[in-house]
């Protein structure tokens, strides 16, 4: 059964390639561009897994589906992947999976089946990273001695078709990487609406997603803006802790980073430069 809790906005990649009418030809187009495969909608079941998104802070910007017996997760990166990114995935896969096994069952003798999960970082960003990467659980661990436990999480570099030809092979991709080049270049601060409008028309103008954004101009505008404004408040909250120095006033932006983005105490006391022990002492 799958859950969405309605404070989280999604991502437009996450829904082109999810909550879309079409998501699930554009994330099969997708995957098998990913991965080699050659799937057919006709020949598939898919099933769209959505979870609370607590994990991914305040906008969901990770598609999940079960294609014929396998968990597929696809997260999205604009910017510098996260090296944390196995444990995240461990995370949210074991969610996923808690919600597929109920708690009744978890303790029968019989084997409970799951279905196997792989994992990708669809990286479309500017920074000069390999064309293609592991990134492991293993990777986090005091010491590598062999355990048995393990995640691995594919990166692909997908920010240039000439170096990995997925954007070839996936036409939805390309466009949909076309389509954020055009919001980034028109990005203005102080008009910030009016430049998406501008760059939704451009793309539509175009040939790019025309269908998808035609259809969803005003969703589209609204994901825009709140991701941006999202952005925004972050770099001006970091920006303010780092140049005052002052101990509270990053603690102070710590904990609105809680409140208000859905941040863990950790991750909001570590990008504030702040103590966790204040921080969480301001929140009990």
């Known amino acids: 059964m799958a859950f969405r809790n309605r404070r989280y906005k999604d991502s437009v990649f996450t829904d082109l390639f999810g909550s879309d009418r079409d998501g699930k030809k554009n994330f099969l187009e997708l995957y098998n561009a990913l991965s080699g495969s050659n799937y057919r909608l006709e020949d598939v079941q898919l099933e769209r897994k959505v979870i609370e998104q607590s994990l991914y ?45 109920p708690i009744n069952k978890r303790y029968a003798e019989k084997v409970q089946k799951i279905p196997n999960p792989d994992f990708y970082v669809v990286y479309i960003g500017k920074e000069k990273i390999p064309v293609e990467e592991e990134l492991r659980l293993s990777d986090a661990f005091y010491e590598k001695d062999g355990s048995n436990l393990e995640l691995v999480v594919k990166v692909k570099n997908c920010s240039d078709s000439k170096m990995l030809p997925i954007k070839s092979n996936c036409v939805i991709l390309k466009q949909y990487c076309q389509f ?81 983005y859905n941040f863990s105490p950790e991750q909001a006391a570590k990008d504030m430069n702040a103590p966790l022990e204040k921080v969480l002492e301001q929140l009990n």
């Not at 028109?186 to 954004?213: C, H, V």
Request: glycine share 4%; hydrophobic share 40%.
């Open 57 to 101: 802070k305040t906008f969901n910007n990770d598609v999940s589906w079960e294609i014929n017996g396998k968990l597929i997760v696809l997260v999205e990166h604009q910017s510098t992947v996260n090296g944390n990114m196995p444990f995240r995935c461990l995370e949210y896969v074991t969610r996923i999976y808690e919600e597929i096994v």
């Open 180 to 260: 954020i080049e055009i919001v980034e270049r028109m990005y203005n601060k102080r008009f910030p609406k009016r430049s998406f409008k501008k760059a939704i028309e451009t793309a539509i103008s175009q040939g790019i997603l025309a269908d998808y954004l035609d259809r969803k101009s005003r969703e589209v505008m609204n994901m825009l803006t709140a991701k941006y404004d999202y952005k925004m408040d972050i770099a001006v909250k970091k920006e303010e802790a780092f140049q005052d120095g002052q101990e509270h006033k990053a603690i102070e932006a710590a904990v609105l980073l809680v409140h208000k």
